[in-house]
Nanobody, 119 residues
Framework: QVQLVESGGGLVQAGGSLRLSCAATGRSFTTKAMAWYRQAPGKQRELVAG???????NYADSVKGRFAISRDDAKNTVYLQMNSLNVEDTAVYHC?????????????WGQGTQVTVSS
C-alpha cells in the first residue's frame, strides 16, 4: 500500500506564493506519473498540473505561467510551486500518484491540503 502525504497548504494573500509537497511512502513501488488536482466548493475536481516519469509536464490553462510542478524521484516527492495566487485558486489540493507495486499499476490519492487565498 502506498500513502501520499501532502503538506504546504495554508492561508495567503492574493499575489502571494505557496509551495505544496507530496511524498509517496510505502514498500516496493515505482512512481510513474504524479499530479496535483484541486477542488473548490461546489465545483468538480480539476487537474492543475501533472508530470510523467519521463518529465513531461502539463498545466491547466488557468495556472500556466504561475505554477510550476517538479519531482524528486529519489524522495518519491512531487512539488507544486504556486506564485501570483488569486482568490480563484482557493481550493483543496489533492496529490495523485500512479505507481507500479505488487498489484500492478495503481493510482493513489492524498488526503488533500487546503489553500485559501484572501483578497
Amino acid at each position: 500500500q502506498v500513502q501520499l502525504v501532502e503538506s504546504g497548504g495554508g492561508l495567503v494573500q492574493a499575489g502571494g506564493s505557496l509551495r505544496l509537497s507530496c511524498a509517496a511512502t510505502g514498500r516496493s513501488f515505482t512512481t510513474k506519473a504524479m499530479a496535483w488536482y484541486r477542488q473548490a466548493p461546489g465545483k468538480q475536481r480539476e487537474l492543475v498540473a501533472g508530470i510523467t516519469g519521463g518529465g513531461k509536464i502539463n498545466y491547466a490553462d488557468s495556472v500556466k505561467g504561475r505554477f510550476a510542478i517538479s519531482r524528486d524521484d529519489a524522495k518519491n516527492t512531487v512539488y507544486l510551486q504556486m506564485n501570483s495566487l488569486n482568490v480563484e485558486d482557493t481550493a483543496v489540493y489533492h496529490c495523485n500518484a500512479v505507481v507500479q507495486d505488487y498489484r500492478g499499476i495503481q493510482a493513489y490519492w492524498g488526503q488533500g491540503t487546503q489553500v485559501t487565498v484572501s483578497s
